[in-house]
């Protein structure tokens, strides 16, 4: 089965600056896909960017852009700028390309201090 | 707002209770999935609902009991249940599951469920 490893259960970073949160994960599958989700305080789940493991180029919104080493089965996401509206948790996934199911990391618990 | 409505957002209950969860997706989506998050731990995918059918059923113990009457709503009952399973549980929904993996979920704000 699919595993997905976030090592840095917290991280903070102080405002403006940027942070890279870490994720690997381990397949057999050379085609799939990579999510990060933020989870703020409210609960309700928002993705914030995803990257298709075929296409070589990094993916990136706004602020936000991934690193992906699909040798390494790396995928840690860098927040540049960092706003105090960033605090949150954040889930690292992944999802084959056939099935139903999204695997998830144990999440990234990030703080921002102003 | 992500279009997909949970209530109740909090639930306390005896172990000897029934009672049930509700989802509701305005999106137009035709999958539907409950998953159970604990404290340091993955989310947990439960149940998966592909046009009404139930696809995916990851070894729930029969206490939880899903329903999909419709493509926008689904319920998962609870009865009889232990306090272990006491977690956050979040409704998600998507285009058709098993199609376009690249499809995104989009997630609820989950019940955090207590169990005395």
């Known amino acids: 089965a699919q595993t997905v490893t976030q090592s840095q259960p917290e991280m903070s970073v102080q405002e403006a600056e940027t942070v890279t949160l870490s994720c690997t994960y381990d397949?057999?599958?050379?085609?799939?896909?990579l999510f990060w989700y933020k989870q703020p305080p409210s609960r309700q789940m928002i993705l914030v960017i995803r990257q298709e493991a075929y296409k070589q180029q990094n993916a990136t919104e706004n602020r936000f852009s991934v690193n992906f080493q699909k040798a390494a089965k790396s995928f840690s996401l860098k927040i540049s700028d960092s706003q105090l509206g960033d605090a949150a948790m954040y889930f690292c996934a992944y999802r084959g390309n056939t099935g139903n199911q999204f695997y998830f990391g144990t999440g990234t618990s990030l703080t921002v201090i102003p | 707002e992500t279009g997909v409505t949970q209530t109740p957002r909090h639930l306390v209950m005896g172990m000897t209770n029934k009672k049930s969860l509700k989802c509701e997706q305005h999106?137009?989506?035709?999958?539907m999935y409950w998953y159970k998050q604990s404290a340091k731990k993955p989310l947990e995918l439960m149940f998966v609902?592909?046009?009404?059918?139930?696809?995916e059923n990851n070894s729930v113990p029969s206490r939880f009991s899903p329903e999909c009457p419709n493509s926008s709503h689904l319920f998962l009952h609870l009865h009889t249940l232990q306090p272990e399973d006491s977690a956050l549980y979040l409704c998600a929904s998507s285009q058709a599951a098993g199609t376009l993996a690249k499809n995104i979920q989009y997630f609820g704000a989950g019940t955090r469920l207590s169990v005395l």
């Open positions: 609902y592909n046009f009404k059918e139930q696809t």
């Open positions: 999106l137009g989506h035709n999958a």
């Open positions: 397949t057999s599958e050379s085609d799939y896909y």
